[in-house]
């Protein structure tokens, strides 16, 4: 997995953006306006359509 | 590809024989437009005198009692757990024994960077001789690790030495040491030289290719490479670490040296 840009269809949480995309659990953190931030400390925030987000993996290695 | 403003580099307690300033030089040559700072310990470069007693007392929560048992965050360190990590940030001890949830940490580490510093065009890399591990979720227990790629990338030298399988024949043998109570000092020397050892003289090569793939992970988002020869292959056995960072006839693979070149044509 590597990062991945993506276009908000409509409005919603941050929550709900990440339960969408079968992400809860993953190790991730969200870009959005140039603002990198951790999706389980902002559940709440709003997000809207039109909003472009970047997905940022947390990747392991050894 | 993204661009990169500035590298900063860390040194979180790493271990002694790493020559931070001489990665840094590796790096000003592999990214010739692009700053590279070395900076100190994270949490003493960006704290203030009275926050370290709290990231003294976060540090100490995350540790890994059981690597059989997912991490909690209702765990509560002890008074001398938590003097030993301020001991750690204040540079007055260096860590050993102790395994951390390195997802937590990254988090620790991320909440010190300042926002605007925030972005994959800076890329932070702390080099810790803390040893951090990841939740497996099917295996239901821990794997050490050697780096983990966020903001900021970790890389752990004690990780380099405990991550990475060591030769099959090693592990067999250890074990008939222990069996026989025979000194396992005798049995790492028999083995001198086929794993990256504690303050081994080849600690800082090795870790300029892990530094590279802190690189490559805000350059393209990912780490790593499939080539055995190029200095961002994953590796998952010593064999395979000290090939791709010390005995490849090449550092890159050509895609990443192209990838390279590109950056420093900017």
Excluded at chain 1, 35 to 61: C, H, M, S, W
Excluded at chain 2, 44 to 65: E, G, M, N, T
Excluded at chain 2, 200 to 226: I, N
Excluded at chain 2, 239 to 250: C, K, V
């Amino acid at each position: 997995m590597s990062t991945e840009k993506i276009e908000v269809k409509e409005d919603k949480t941050i929550k709900e953006l990440v339960g969408e995309m079968s992400l809860s659990s993953a190790p991730i953190l969200l870009e959005l306006d140039g603002e990198i931030f951790y999706p389980d400390e902002n559940y709440d925030r709003k997000i809207q359509a039109g909003n472009r987000l970047t997905v940022i993996p947390i990747i392991a290695g050894g | 590809m993204r661009r990169l403003n500035r590298v900063f580099l860390y040194d979180d307690g790493a271990a002694r024989a790493l020559k931070i300033e001489e990665i840094a030089k590796y790096l000003r040559k592999e990214l010739i437009k692009v700053g590279v700072e070395v900076r100190g310990n994270p949490f003493a470069f960006y704290l203030l005198q009275d926050k370290v007693s709290d990231y003294a007392r976060k540090i100490a929560s995350i540790k890994i009692q059981d690597a059989t048992k997912k991490w909690s965050s209702e765990q509560e360190p002890l008074y001398g757990e938590i003097e030993y990590e301020k001991k750690m940030i204040l540079g007055k001890t260096r860590a050993s024994g102790v395994l951390y949830d390195g997802l937590e940490l990254q988090r620790l580490f991320f909440e010190v960077i300042p926002g605007r510093e925030r972005s994959l065009q800076f890329v932070h890399i702390v080099f810790s001789n803390r040893l951090f591990a990841t939740w497996d979720e099917h295996e239901r227990r821990y794997h050490a690790r050697v780096n983990l790629c966020g903001i900021p990338s970790i890389i752990s030298t004690t990780g380099l030495v405990e991550a990475p399988a060591k030769p099959r024949g090693y592990y067999l043998l250890r074990q008939q040491y222990e069996m026989l109570g025979k000194d396992l000092l005798e049995l790492k020397n028999s083995f001198k030289g086929a794993f990256i050892d504690y303050e081994d003289l080849r600690l800082t090569e090795v870790m300029k290719g892990y530094a590279m793939q802190s690189v490559f992970y805000s350059l393209v988002g990912d780490p790593f490479c499939q080539d055995k020869g190029c200095r961002l292959y994953n590796a998952h056995w010593q064999e395979e670490l000290i090939f791709a960072q010390i005995e490849s006839e090449y550092e890159f693979c050509q895609r990443h040296m192209s990838f390279l070149e590109e950056l420093n044509e900017y």
